[in-house]
């Protein structure tokens, strides 16, 4: 394992929050571990993900047990564009009372994170749906485009289940009925809202890991920020981080044929799950464990 500093403290005493040793050190590496880095994470994860071409923002949701949950049977995930959008940063002023954003949607970039939205749904052989989240009624020509790549991907399908909603309307139904969604495909904006949503529907974002996928890298997060209401109190719920070293295993195991890899990654979730179920818990979820005493724990059942 290799280190690498980054974010609002390497900004401060190196001047850059995303040094070029940082990055160098990332682009010789296999995969990436990132933990919340602070104000600067726009100069740090964004740039991260557009560099490396990390297309796909994997984000799972998933209830576990003896966490207040809006249903017990909740087992998504988004799949989000991440390479474009309005997260491009194209911003500029026109006077001093109007700013502009312009919003960037390609069909290369719909159409892949569409093939990859079906593999995910096909190989988690869940209920075999895909939904299509999009607001074309309004965002006719970027909407529109990203609306026509799912189309001709799903018509490629035909054994999974394709399905279209409108990005307000899919907003409610998560809260509706979370338990009946599987694979939420969606672009970059959309997915960043929608995924939060999500997470806080099965326990909040302490609960919530995530993987930014590109073709030849990839680089794993909790979805949480830094968190500096409760930064340095030891409060802070792990899971988020823990499950996103789980996600990384996973995805390390399949690129290199590697059994025992997946076999830790699993390792981790089941330890988690049972001192959960035992009503071991951070305070966020109602518990009063502490950050390093959940974590010793899961590193501790590792062993065993």
């Known amino acids: 394992m290799i280190e690498c500093e980054a974010g609002d403290n390497a900004k401060h005493e190196l001047g850059n929050p995303l040094p070029e040793s940082t990055l160098q050190t990332v682009r010789s590496t296999d995969a990436c571990l990132k933990g919340p880095v602070g104000e600067c994470a726009a100069d740090v994860i964004i740039v991260l993900r557009r560099t490396l071409d990390l297309y796909a923002n994997i984000r799972p949701a998933k209830s576990y047990p003896n966490v207040d949950c809006f249903s017990d049977q909740i087992d998504l995930v988004t799949v989000r564009e991440n390479t474009e959008d309005l997260y491009v940063g194209w911003e500029f002023y026109t006077d001093d009372k109007t700013a502009v954003a312009i919003r960037l949607i390609t069909e290369k970039a719909s159409r892949r994170i569409a093939e990859y939205a079906f593999r995910l749904c096909r190989s988690r052989g869940k209920s075999n749906q895909v939904v299509a989240v999009h607001k074309a009624n309004v965002m006719r020509k ?22 279209e909603s409108y990005v307000d309307a899919f907003a409610m139904d998560l809260i509706r009925n979370p338990a009946s969604h599987d694979i939420v495909l969606t672009t970059n904006l959309y997915g960043d809202i929608l995924s939060d949503e999500a997470a806080q529907l099965v326990g909040g974002l302490g609960m919530g890991p995530a993987a930014n996928i590109g073709h030849n890298y990839g680089l794993f997060e909790p979805v949480h920020g830094a968190a500096f209401d409760i930064a340095g109190k030891n409060i802070a719920n792990p899971s988020s981080i823990l499950l996103s070293t789980k996600l990384m295993l996973e995805w390390l195991s399949e690129r290199y044929h590697d059994r025992e890899t997946l076999v830790t990654g699993q390792l981790i979730e089941n330890a988690i799950v049972k001192l959960l179920i035992s009503n071991r818990k951070t305070k966020d979820l109602g518990g009063e464990m502490s950050t390093q005493g959940f974590t010793s724990l899961v590193s501790a059942s590792l062993y065993r």
Do not use: E, V
Request: glycine letters at 4%.
């Open 142 to 163: 970027t909407d529109g485009l990203f609306l026509t790549a799912c189309r001709t991907i799903a018509a490629k399908n035909p054994d999974i289940s394709y399905k």
